[in-house]
């Protein structure tokens, strides 16, 4: 037997199976759409919050926990 034919079946062989790597098959679109569902519900919650400047002394604390930080006073 040659390595050839030792190999597993790919999708391009024409065995029906779908290739693993997402490059080809029925597994990519319920992913690409879940993604996307995703992607705008969490943008439609969150952009206003992350627009949001982030608080003073929350700064002041990274500031603070970072040894070699330089601090503005």
């Known amino acids: 037997m040659d390595e050839e034919s030792k ?3 790919s999708a391009e062989s ?3 199976m779908a ?3 997402g490059k080809r098959g029925r597994k990519v ?4 759409a879940f ?6 519900g969490l943008h439609a919650m969150y952009d ?6 982030v608080p003073e ?6 500031a603070a926990s970072m040894p ?3 601090r503005k006073d």
């Open 19 to 21: 290739n693993p790597t």
């Open 57 to 62: 002394e929350w700064l002041n604390l990274i």
């Open 7 to 9: 190999k597993a079946p």
């Open 29 to 32: 679109a319920p992913d690409a």
């Open 35 to 40: 993604d996307l569902w995703l992607q705008r």
């Open 48 to 53: 206003g919050v992350a627009q949001e400047p």
């Open 14 to 16: 024409g065995s029906g």
């Open 68 to 70: 070699n930080a330089e």
